[in-house]
């Protein structure tokens, strides 16, 4: 003799449809744009569109397996989310995009890699500004001196690099 569990009855997922139709929205994008693009293909066929075609219909079959599952309710059930950790990321880069110009890549960039550190966890800012400063202005360096790529200079570079 079995035993019946008793199962409550399956809910619709709303996220699971909205990131659905999002997917829908971006595939439906891309196909529109690459319908503008001049068929370049040539005797083979492909050309410049070809492949923002295949990905559009890629993101159509996800948007629609997406959305069948969010209907049936089989995505498992989501953990609460904690909004700090996102709020500290979205500090650091709005921090980052407005001291990039004024203060430089090292300091800026340090800025939002103390402000990340931050939102995993690491709670002395502290400590982790003047690390992130020092990456940041490794980095600084390999791009700017090395690649000879430009990225904006602030007082620090200009202490180290008078000509930068």
């Known amino acids: ?9 399956r809910r619709r997922d ?4 909205i990131i659905a139709a999002g997917l829908a929205v971006v595939a439906g994008v ?7 693009l001049a068929d370049l293909g040539g005797y083979s066929g492909v050309g410049p569109a070809s492949v923002p075609r295949v990905v559009a219909f890629c993101l159509l079959g996800l948007s629609a397996w997406t959305a ?4 049936r309710g089989d995505f498992p059930a989501r953990p609460p ?3 700090a950790p996102v709020l500290w990321i979205v500090a650091g880069l709005a921090a980052q995009l407005m001291l990039l110009h004024f203060a430089g890549f090292s300091i800026a960039t340090g800025i939002l890699f103390a402000f990340t550190a931050r939102a995993f966890g690491k709670t002395n800012l502290a400590m982790t500004i003047p690390i992130g400063i020092a990456f940041a202005f490794v980095v600084w360096v390999v791009f700017s001196q090395l690649l000879m790529l430009h990225l904006p ?6 202490l180290i690099f ?3």
């Open 162 to 164: 008078p000509g930068a």
């Open 30 to 36: 891309m196909l529109w744009d690459s319908a503008r």
């Open 68 to 71: 069948i599952e969010g209907l």
């Open 14 to 17: 709303p996220a699971a449809l």
């Open 153 to 158: 200079a602030g007082p620090i570079e200009h």
């Open 81 to 83: 989310q904690a909004p």
């Open 1 to 9: 003799m079995s035993v019946k569990r008793f199962e409550p009855p």
